[in-house]
């Protein structure tokens, strides 16, 4: 249940005022700087906010990626270097729904990036998916970018930038953050083709050997699907909304490339709405199977006690001590009892075959 | 059910006229008035309505916060003072869903206040959560609010007020509005907290050791859920009216801070959704793994069955009295039994390994 | 099935003819004509239609209420007098969905008023809930309302119109109209108090001792249920059509009366769904009830069975009449097989201990 | 399966040419011709589409009705003399979803006429329902009606033509298509009636009997709720499209009298999500009723087998044929077994009784 | 599983770059090039992409079919030539939802073909629904289409091409794609028909002899339709918007064509609805079916224990070997015990007669 609490660690503090993030780790954030335009490339690691305020002023495209955002401080320079409101520096730090929100001067974009973490113990409560909020602040001549954990998800981003591959250089840095929503979005399909291959694995499971323990891994999976779904159903009205914007931040062009995002989002929505309902027939599917196995195994407990409960009782009846039973006496009684036993269980198979439980 | 019939208490009186109230305690109210501006601050416990109408003329914010509604003509004289709608008077002694209403002079806000209550015994029809209308009158330079408890949701804000730290007293009544919802809101993710708590138990509990017991309180769970839902559902549409508002009474940096809550609002409820379906999943979850252990019984009882209902036959067989029995006389009668009735096992071993009963 | 099945009953005659209603008693309908304004009001029961005709033209308010539909010529004449639509005269005879019509000259508008039918049997098929159609036409000094029972829930009505109180005779017919509208939903929610009771002893029935009988009641409930949202659902959509209405009929005044009806119906309507998903938790907890009972039925069963079943076949086999049977001469014979099958009992129950069945 | 697969049965020729419709009978179709005015009344049979013609020009209302449509001529030669879109043809001779589309010149109108077929043999997948596909074309002074059956139900809006009885006659050929479109829409209001009346059989003897014969029954209920569904669901919105039309082929008087029909249909529509509803809870009834039933067996068998399993063994154990047994020498023996059996069955009472089994 | 995990296949690689599609088959792709108006007709199978160039200036309509994608040089070229979007071209490449784009100068149409399988093994896991994408591009004299496999649901469309049967010929691209989207579409219906077949199978299957292999099949058949399902309803949105587009390729004339198709797609999707309704009414019913035949297996087992286990118990007690049993020396003793055990049965009978058992 780690993700659907994490929801609602929002803060209690006064509104609009920093929260401390004292609960994480003081560990330095690592601030990386790329700022090209398409003759220029230039990519830095710096150490302290202040030495990104240089590129305010120039044309190029700055791109501030901040990864680990335990130092406030950070923040708080760059917003006031850049003019941020601070209720958008107070929803960087805090866990928020996937939103873009146009503050004229900048459009601030929230993103959820997904993990498929597969070492998870497949046992209820451990789930599957990781995820790291991405905060995007789009400015008329930078990005800035910040996330929690240090991944690579950007990095094929940075090698074309580096390379000068594509129409990435040429463009502004609204083609930039399209491309790292495209690169998120991708990222998701990934995500799908693992839930994928996983329900594969039920499928087969669930009618060839339908065990207890298929119980907890198809709760596990319901549970990733609903937190997926709250992760991509309001990026889908994000990105539309960007779509639509009338904000000059968004040049035509992007916006052609966003429509594109766009139908990648609503087909992840798609496919999970697909699998859900495919989990619930699963799981109607695996408690039949329950049932069949029931009714099999009464089955069998049924012939073998109709079969043999009333021989025993004839057992028991010429087993009594009586001294007057005539059959007891007879030299015939033996051999009748045993073929009327016979009978006794000719008939009982006969019903059953009737009632077709063989 | 506490909640849902409450939700019936509506008066059958004559409507427009102020309803008696004679069920609630006599009670005297708790009336404070917090008086301020940039620059000053004044903070009062008055006794009479009466007190708070010099405060009316004057241009500084005024906040009127009245602990217990049992006394109806302080009501009515400040309704009266203020020029409140009749019906807006009525609201606030009845039970009403969460909503904003825009009567030109003044802006009508009900909140729900959620309380979680530790306490509470986890039997079937004993809630956890409890709650309190907040009524709120926005006018040009006064709050006026109104609730059943004496609670300590807004004490914060007060120390804010006091200290003058934030925003808070640069603004004007329309931001302490934003401020008091805003609290609302973050309380109920505490809640969301206590009931992501109680959820992670149960799954727990469900899996490892799925006990009668879970019933009614899964059963509690759903209904503390539907309960949240009713009071959160109307909340967002009555914060989103608020932010389309064209009342001069709510400013336009005020719109921005009430997109934030907007955004908090949704949040819990998708996070309810989540649990909501969720806890169906549990449900399901539950009776399978009823299922499952019926299923287990159900197999020890049938392996036993079938293995010695057959041997208690044989021996049965072997126990009757017949005169003339050729097995029994013979020395090799006994062993041979013995033998057959091991075969016996040994064939129904195999089956049950064949069926995968083991 | 009285309510869904009169549903059906729309005469299949020739449209805009008035259908001659014979199935209906020939009782004498009954005639009561209120006619005020601030200063001045008459009261009377009037034999013939004829006798409203000359408040027709008077500036007072006149309410002509009808009970009793059986005589077609009364509303033909009142009809063709105050010019109705024909198809609003058959509308008032046969059974309509609670709406407004908008016909320039008047406005017409049908409800459902409910009863709660105490004496009812909780048998299936036997609802708790009655119903009588109540139409209304609302003229610009005039209101006629139709039933057909003689009930009292407009006498506080007529009482506050007698004795003047409150804004009811200060105000026109559309006054008179929303506080009928108020009078009808507020009863509603005695209605769903009602059905909060039954609802709480259903959910105390369902944990302390889920017996079958259970079962129909929750049938009954739900079905109670469906009823109440059909006669409540459209009355939202008409209530909110009579608010945005640009007739002349309805005072700017009266809206602001009509939202608060408005609002009480959303809460009758919400408190129904939360009814509805409850009861359909309830059903779940008292299926899960069922078979918690039903399992610790079988594991008696089965913790008997397992442990004498094997006991009984040691004293099956040692009660076997061989010849040659060596146990049954040694005199150690009797307590070895009494304590072995004390060591058979003791790891049975060590079994079932582990497997957690005590 | 009959409805549903019907839904398939539209041609893979290609689009726009008419499909020859070789699979119907060859049978003559019935052509009835009904021309009138206030003053005039002529109705013939005729024998040639083109005797048709000469009502194209008059000014009186003409009616041309045609009942099978297996002469594929009769319909282009009229399509082709009233200047009829060759889609309209087409959609007239396949199976079509109730609509109204305009085509300036004309409006095309397709129903479902819906029959209750009394002899349907009430076994799974043998429908109650039928139906009947009746398209409508009405032009400026007339009205084509196709279908299939020579039914009756427009048998009653002929009668009242030739009698002159209401205002049809009175009135212009969109009156005519509002009374067909009447007619069949109160024809539902039957079929409603008869499904009520099978729902409350089956609310009977759920709880009375419940057989596993119900089962079909109620799953035949429900494909027949599900396709009366698919017919008037459509026709809402075909109604509601056709009141707000610009046409001037449909007169304001008209519409007040769509109004009254659109108000029909979603009554219709309200019964069959209520049966809906109610249909499920009776499943849900019906399977808690088995799980009873079977709870109810299974302690029979679990009170006769504990009770009895104890008492058998220990009559097992005194027949045993050890030599040295010292109670079976004893005189006391016998019966202190037999009090020990007595006492074994009290303590089982007692047991059972706390148990609430009893 | 097939279907789905392909919804995911979607290239990681930077955005706007076509993907070099390696895991295809080198096979060559083949093009045909179909170039008309009213009079000529031309029809040729090229080699080379470029050969297609020289009908762009022409006036015809050239329709360009290209069925295998492997080459994306082909694409490329093309898509140099006549201006496509490198959006565009990645999307034809990669699984897309059905949807409708405008680029002004050419509407880009998505379509999933579906195949019914006839071979496909009916267990889990295996779909009998086959798919392929076919995407078109309609621009101001051409049309181009490109799908995967080389298949035959166009050929009736390029006979009528070839013959001018019908209006095809006379008609601009516009008409041309509109008939091979109602091809696509009329051929779901054939898919329905198919889907409606095995329903039927099913239906009289789970009443008549509801074996557990059913479930599979049952799971198959769900997901097949919600496969069907994600391929239509896109579909819906998508004709819509062309049939509302300004776009001067799309002629008002093939506009009423559109909504035909847009018709047909409605229908398409109720099918589906209902049988998705009826699915789940199917399971619930061989759920029903299942728990009635465990009911009656369990009964047989009860009726037959409960007379034979006190019966023998009697015979037990009998044959206990006490020394003094007063009745086993009795010569009245037998029958005695014989009369006892027939009263038994006879006293079971009864009770299970009146317990509606047989």
Chains 1, 2, 3, 4, 5 share one sequence.
Request: charged share 25%; hydrophobic share 40%; glycine share 4%.
């Amino acid at each position: 249940m780690d993700q659907s609490s994490k929801g609602a660690k929002v803060s209690e503090l006064p509104s609009s005022t920093l929260p401390p993030a004292s609960d994480k780790q003081a560990e330095k954030p690592k601030i990386t700087i790329i700022d090209y335009d398409e003759q220029h490339y230039h990519e830095a690691e710096v150490k302290e906010a202040a030495e990104c305020f240089v590129f305010k002023e120039k044309p190029t495209v700055t791109w501030i990626n901040i990864d680990g955002l335990r130092q406030v401080d950070i923040l708080e320079k760059l917003g006031a270097c850049y003019g941020i409101h601070p209720l958008v520096l107070e929803d960087i730090l805090s866990d928020q729904r996937p939103k873009i929100e146009d503050y004229d001067d900048y459009i601030f974009i929230v993103l959820k990036m997904l993990y498929y973490n597969e070492e998870g113990d497949e046992e209820l409560g451990d789930s599957k998916i990781d995820f790291d909020q991405v905060s995007m602040i789009l400015g008329p001549n930078f990005i800035m970018s910040f996330k929690e954990k240090e991944v690579d998800v950007f990095n094929p981003l940075r090698d074309r930038l580096r390379t000068a591959k594509g129409r990435i250089r040429k463009q502004g840095p609204d083609y930039l953050a399209y491309s790292m929503i495209d690169a998120v979005v991708d990222h998701y399909f990934v995500i799908m083709e693992k839930l994928g291959d996983r329900f594969e694995d039920l499928e087969d499971a669930v009618v060839a050997h339908p065990e207890p323990g298929i119980l907890p891994t198809i709760y596990n999976l319901k549970r990733d699907m609903l937190f997926l779904r709250k992760s991509v159903w309001p990026l889908r009205e994000a990105i539309s909304k960007m779509q639509r914007t009338d904000s000059p931040l968004v040049s035509e062009a992007t916006k052609i490339y966003l429509r594109d995002v766009y139908d990648h989002t609503i087909q992840v929505i798609e496919n999970i709405e697909t699998f859900r309902d495919m989990s619930a027939s699963l799981l109607e599917t695996y408690l039949s199977s329950l049932s069949n196995k029931l009714n099999e195994v009464i089955k069998v407990l049924t012939i073998i006690s109709t079969i043999f409960i009333p021989l025993t009782f004839l057992a028991g009846l010429y087993g009594m001590n009586f001294r007057y039973m005539p059959e007891l006496e007879s030299p015939l009684g033996y051999p009748a009892v045993l073929i009327l036993m016979m009978m006794v269980v000719a008939i009982m198979m006969v019903y059953f075959k009737r009632k077709g439980w063989f």
